[in-house]
């Protein structure tokens, strides 16, 4: 068998699943990631999408307050003690939340006499 014998072909499989990725992960793009999700939904086979995080969500999902503690590492023991019962907001309303990088327009006017830091 080559390449091209499984290109395009998915597994079948019952076998629970975790699959977890970053909102903002540039080597596995939330895009795509959702599209393999869509093959993967039989009981058990999970899709957890973590907001604000980027590629490597074990140790890049950090949550307010616990800094060292990771969403994705508390979801994948949740699913290591019952695979079929992952909560999927278990931990995302708890993520540090991102930073706001577009500023104030009182900021963009008194740096650079613009209504924005970024035009």
Known sequence: MCWGDWHGKWASTQTPLLLLNGELDGTT???????????????GQHYI?????????LVGSPLAGAP?????????????DDPQGVPPDRCRADLLKSIDFGGTQ?????AFA??????
């Open 114 to 119: 613009r209504d924005s830091l970024w035009d």
């Open 68 to 80: 060292d503690d990771h969403c994705a590492m508390q979801l994948l023991g949740d699913f290591i």
């Open 106 to 110: 009182e900021l963009a006017q008194w």
């Open 29 to 43: 793009p939330a895009a795509a990631a959702r599209k393999v999700a869509d093959r993967f939904t039989a009981p």
């Open 49 to 57: 999408e973590i907001p604000g995080a980027a590629h490597g969500t």
